[in-house]
């Protein structure tokens, strides 16, 4: 018997018109446009230094990609000023605001559930009998080194 094909919410199929909120469900998913936006909206406009300071573990470059897709997508104003150096800062647009809301509500919940994540996490990692080093937010997990190949031998 042949199984019937998975139905996907209406949301989530691929067609023109859902497109483009696919793509602002992936800018919005990534690992710095959350944290961006709650820091952003905490502060108000900072300067490029200013915000990467504020951004636990984020590089220049992974800033500044962010920061452009944030800007394309009327999320965030950059602002110049002719200045010898420039000067350039950065706020929430009225848009990018609206998301700080959601944002707002996705860090409280956090906070509100952090007990209860941890105890889950203990209870996997005792019923995996795995131990797992605790690495802290905003830093990445150690690598596990590769075993040598034979070759090296």
């Not at 802290?136 to 690598?143: C, F, Q």
Request: hydrophobic letters at 40%; glycine letters at 6%; one cysteine or more.
């Amino acid at each position: 018997m042949a199984k019937a094909p998975l139905k996907r919410p209406p949301e989530l199929e691929h067609t023109p018109a859902n497109c483009h909120a696919r793509e602002m469900l992936a800018r919005v998913g990534d690992k710095w446009s959350v944290y961006v936006i709650h820091v952003l909206g905490d502060a108000g406009t900072l300067r490029f230094n200013e915000l990467r300071s504020r951004v636990d573990g984020i590089s220049q470059r992974m800033l500044t990609v962010t920061l452009r897709g944030m800007e394309r997508d009327g999320l965030v104003t950059r602002t110049v000023y002719p200045e010898v150096p420039p000067r350039v800062e950065y706020a929430l647009t009225r848009l990018g605001a609206t998301l700080r809301q959601l944002v707002r509500g996705l860090v409280q919940w956090s906070g509100a559930h952090l007990t209860e994540v941890d105890a889950a996490r203990a209870a996997y990692d005792a019923r995996n009998r795995r131990t797992v080093k605790a690495v802290p937010l905003g830093r990445p997990a150690p690598l596990l080194r590769a075993r040598p190949s034979r070759a090296a031998v």
